[in-house]
Structure formats: C-alpha cells, structure tokens
C-alpha cells in the first residue's frame, strides 16, 4: 500500500509557512539517512523529494499533502549533521529547523529516519533530547536495512528499541528499506493511523 502524496510547497523561512492548522508528522534524520528516498518510497514515486549522492540537499522545509487532505501534512524537515556542511550552514538549518519544531501547533509527531548500519549517532541522540524537550513524540525507522544480513539488521533494530526504550516513541522502531521498498505497508499503516489518533485529538 502507498499513500498518495502531493507536494505542497517549499518553505526556505518561517513567513512561507501554511496556515498552522491540522496535523503534521516532520520526516527528520541526518542527512545521510535517506529521508527523500523514503518520501518517494511511500509515494511509489522517483522524484517527488529530491534525492542526491550529496548529503545536505535538502535545504528548505517542504510540506506535501496526503491522500488529497490538506489537513495531513508530511514535512520533509533539512537534514541535520551533515558535516561538511559550513559552520554558518549548520546554524542556519538548526534555527529553521528550532523556529519550524517550536512554533507549529499542528506539529504532532516525529518519524525519525536513521542509517541502520549507523544508528543513534552522537547527533541523533542530541535530535532526540531535542524532540523531547518539544514533547514531540517519535516513529523510529531504520533505513538501509537491505545493506544488511537479515539476522544483523535485526540485532541492530533489537539494540535500538533497547537504548530508546525509555524515550518517548510512537510505537516500536521499525526496519526498513527505501531502495526495495521493504516496510512500505506497514509506514503507510502507521502514518494514517497517527492522523486519525491526532485528527480525533
């Protein structure tokens, strides 16, 4: 199953923004992580989100509708520890990205995408205090998974779940790979089920 996504617009400051309204679920991770390649994944599409070899691409904060609602968002956030990136870069992303998590009242959850052969870096757990001092609540996927041997992509999901068991997740993190599309049906799942839970709310 696929969602049926459709861009929105691109936002590079906080006074292109939508009307702050309705729920959105912010797709973060660092910017190796593969975030653009799990948009089009859910999508069944191969240039909704821009993909490059070069980490960093994304540099604005994109909103897409889902399934035809404008009161669904899914907001493809910069990527963060992109090392490479100019110190003056890096703080221009964290303050968009501050202002963006800060300041939207239909900001409601977290899908938190991480290279499942490195997971939970020094700035993904810097990511994930920061989440929480939002009290935005996370989906962790791990991505990539097809990188991996089956029996060590789930010994390094099973690691995962432990040291972030006591954060504040959405569910369960999850494999997954953009590449082959393992995992798709059960995001598109979860994803629609968080905007009924938040709608409801």
């Not at 939508?18 to 599409?45: T, Y």
Request: aromatic share 8%; proline share 4%.
């Amino acid at each position: 199953m696929f969602l049926k996504i459709n861009f929105d617009r691109s936002c590079p400051a906080e006074q292109f923004f939508p009307d702050d309204e309705g729920v959105e679920l912010a797709i973060c991770g660092r910017s190796n992580s593969g975030k653009s390649s799990v948009l089009n994944m859910l999508a069944n599409q191969k240039k909704l989100a821009k993909t490059s070899n070069t980490p960093g691409r994304t540099q604005s904060i994109n909103f897409f509708n889902v399934n035809d609602d404008p009161s669904k968002k899914l907001v493809d956030l910069p990527g963060y520890g992109y090392a490479k990136a100019s110190k003056k870069m890096q703080k221009e992303w964290g303050q968009q990205i501050t202002k963006y998590m800060a300041s939207r009242e239909s900001l409601k959850g977290i899908i938190l995408i991480m290279d499942v052969r490195h997971p939970l870096q020094e700035s993904d757990l810097n990511f994930i205090a920061w989440c929480e001092k939002y009290d935005l609540p996370m989906q962790i996927l791990l991505n990539k998974s097809d990188k991996l041997s089956k029996s060590k992509a789930s010994q390094e999901l099973l690691k995962c779940a432990k040291q972030t068991s006591q954060n504040l997740l959405l569910g369960e993190p999850m494999l997954l790979s953009a590449k082959t599309a393992f995992g798709v049906e059960e995001l598109s799942k979860i994803i629609l089920n968080l905007f009924q839970i938040f709608i409801q709310d």
